[in-house]
């Protein structure tokens, strides 16, 4: 059972850490920065940023000890209640070996759980943190979703950031009626210009499954535990990942409900499948009681994905939900690690059957 971290309150200071690319620092984000600041402040809360989050790209690229060290300040900080990623990026592992081998961040994460959002490679963190216990949200972060340069946040994700300071005993998770492409533009010229928007049309796509099957969620990004489990990206990434036993074993997996959702990158469907056939090699598959899918950044590849996906989990038969508002496309809802889902195949509903937070 994972520990939960307190709602947040009213005056709680945030932090804000740049654990992967450090693309916060540049002179070129510094308006989505004040619009972040002004956003969180909107919340009720007090934005902090750790000492190397503004460092940028080349500095924190080349220093992944400044990334971790910020991770551990914010928790060492009893004021700071909650910690969102800035961004995502592809190289948080590097971050592994200053925080996994440090007994004092290890045991302040135990002692002093605290709210910690974000998605894409922030799966790293997430996946860190569910050794150490700590139930954390695959949510919004700060430059995608608090620095949205519209007027005013997306509805839906500000609805679910909102529900970061409520703790109701369920949480129905609802489909989107509306979603939105990623931008071309983040200049500051962009400022108050809205995302091109779309009716959604399909809802929940129940694509296997039938009454209701419930599990406690674990997942995170497709492509991030390709990373994990492979040379791809980076020559020792899936190295480093296994010397700290990073990526669950079989007997984690066991009757979950698995997560998961593709990057910005849109994988071409040949790669898809290699990634979900990595999965299955691990014993995923076989393990597992069900499969949530978030839907495809701008809807790219979303019929392929979704027949090479009932193609590879056929042997298993599990229970499918396609479409899902999380992951890196918008907007987005938050998934906290080992809570326990109810899948409704037959109403198309995904329900968190308990509270996301500690009681007060």
Not at 233 to 259: G, H, M, S
Not at 284 to 296: D, M, T
Not at 324 to 350: E, I, S
Request: charged share 20%; proline share 7%; aromatic share 12%.
């Amino acid at each position: 059972m994972q520990q939960k971290p307190a709602p947040l309150q009213p005056g709680d200071q945030v932090a804000i850490v740049s654990l992967s690319r450090g693309i916060l620092g540049e002179t070129a984000t510094r308006h989505q920065r004040q619009l972040g600041i002004q956003r969180l402040e909107a919340l009720g809360l007090k934005p902090v940023f750790m000492p190397h989050a503004l460092k940028g790209v080349d500095y924190l690229a080349q220093h992944p000890e400044a990334r971790a060290a910020d991770l551990k300040m914010a928790f060492y900080e009893p004021k700071i209640r909650g910690i969102f990623a800035a961004i995502g990026g592809d190289d948080t592992y590097r971050t592994l070996p200053y925080l996994l081998t440090d007994q004092q961040f290890k045991l302040a994460v135990r002692h002093d759980p605290k709210l910690f959002s974000g998605f894409s490679d922030t799966t790293i963190n997430h996946l860190m943190f569910y050794q150490l216990g700590l139930q954390t949200f695959y949510g919004p972060n700060f430059l995608n979703d608090l620095a949205e340069l519209a007027s005013q946040p997306l509805p839906y994700t500000w609805q679910t950031l909102q529900h970061y300071k409520q703790n109701p005993a369920r949480t129905v998770i609802e489909s989107s009626t509306i979603w939105y492409e990623e931008r071309t533009d983040f200049s500051r010229q962009a400022i108050g210009t809205p995302r091109p928007q779309h009716q959604e049309q399909r809802g929940y796509e129940v694509l296997r499954g039938s009454g209701i099957t419930t599990g406690r969620l674990l997942g995170g990004c497709l492509d991030s535990f390709y990373d994990i489990l492979t040379t791809t990206r980076y020559p020792d990434e899936a190295q480093v990942c296994a010397k700290y036993q990073l990526f669950p074993n079989t007997a984690t997996w066991q009757d979950k409900i698995l997560f998961i959702e593709t990057s910005e990158t849109h994988p071409q469907p040949r790669l898809y499948q290699k990634m979900l056939e990595k999965l299955a090699d691990q014993g995923v598959f076989a393990a597992i009681r069900g499969i949530i899918v978030g839907k495809p950044q701008n809807e790219i590849f979303y019929e392929a994905y979704k027949q090479i996906l009932l193609t590879v989990t056929a042997p298993y038969q599990m229970p499918i939900f396609y479409n899902v508002n999380f992951g890196h496309g918008y907007p987005r809802t938050a998934l906290p690690y080992g809570a326990l889902l109810q899948m409704d195949c037959d109403q198309k509903t995904l329900t968190i059957m308990e509270p996301f937070f500690a009681n007060a």
